[in-house]
């Protein structure tokens, strides 16, 4: 008696090549039967039309949540019906200003101003919250001679933002409150020495547009100065860094890299002006050069 032998699971290559070769038997043994039968047997058999095979299409793969669209921000609208209705009068509906307000609120009243009462010098949109569905909270900052008054709108948009509506009268808030700030990531002072030299220099030439940029740059590293310069001389106020090998007085090792902030005070025919930059420097050939320009948001490279 032979040895029993293990079977593999049949994959679905197997299966269909099985299908395949019992198909063909069985249509040998059709057409053999058909000879046996008769020459209209056979002919019947051979003109008889092929089976067909019915696949069924994968499910077409649904989208995900990063592919929607995000809803559109209305608050650029909301800062238009704001300066709008802060500029009308309930008493002069016809006006440019009146029109544009009840054009965005159709249902919301407009103010009565006393004689006299000065309109906003500016209006600007200064947070905008997505509560659900179409509903926003949009408030706007109005700049006056004597201070800033912030309203509160309620706002329906549609996705696109191709329809908008302030839904109800604008709301007198306070000020936001000031975030407390983060803790300071400079804590190395650095005194005076190549680094700081370094950094006089290239301030200088990037502000007041004298001496080349470029020299003080890190291979690589391009970046264009401010135009039209506008700064007449550059000090440097003081100089802090994450690391301590910044406050080491002479160059460090080359590829070794910094990172401060520098304050200094710009001096321009309209004033002097307190700013700050954060930089990257880094060492090569016994010297410091600027590898980045961090402030903004955005870095020279």
């Known amino acids: 008696m032979p040895a029993p032998t293990l079977e593999t699971p049949p994959t679905a290559a197997g299966l269909d090549l099985e299908r395949t070769r019992r ?6 043994a059709g057409v053999w039967a058909c000879l046996l039968a008769g020459p209209a047997a056979l002919a019947l058999t051979l003109t008889a039309p092929p089976a067909t095979v019915v696949t069924q299409d994968a499910p077409a793969p649904a989208l995900s949540a990063a592919a929607a669209v995000a809803p559109a921000d209305p608050s650029g609208y909301v800062a238009e019906f704001a300066d709008a209705w802060l500029r009308s009068d309930a008493d002069v509906p016809d006006s440019t200003s009146a029109m544009r307000a009840l054009r965005l609120a159709p249902g919301v009243a407009l103010p009565e101003p006393a004689e ?4 906003p010098q500016k209006v600007t949109a200064v947070r905008s919250v997505h509560r659900s569905g179409n509903q926003w909270s949009v408030t706007v900052a109005a700049q006056y001679a004597d201070g800033v008054r912030y309203f509160a709108m309620p706002v329906a948009a549609s996705a696109s933002g191709g329809t908008i509506a302030v839904t109800g009268a604008p709301a007198l808030v306070a000020a936001p409150a000031v975030a407390k700030s983060a803790p300071p990531a400079y804590k190395v002072d650095v005194p005076d020495g190549p680094l700081t030299d370094t950094i006089k220099d290239f301030l200088t030439a990037y502000l007041t547009g004298s001496g080349e940029v470029d020299r003080y740059l890190a291979p690589q590293t391009s970046l264009a100065t401010v135009a039209p310069a506008v700064a007449d001389k550059v000090d440097v106020e003081t100089v ?7 406050a080491a007085g002479q160059v460090a090792s080359d590829s070794t890299r910094v990172h401060v902030r520098a304050s200094v005070s710009a001096h321009t025919k309209s004033g002097t002006w307190p700013l700050a930059y954060e930089l990257t420097l880094a060492a090569r050939g016994g010297r410091w050069e600027i590898a980045a320009l961090t402030s903004g948001g955005g870095a020279a490279k």
């Not at 198909?23 to 040998?28: N, S």
């Open 23 to 28: 198909t063909i038997r069985l249509g040998r």
């Open 240 to 246: 802090t860094a994450r690391e301590k090998t910044a």
């Open 116 to 119: 006299g009462a000065k309109a």
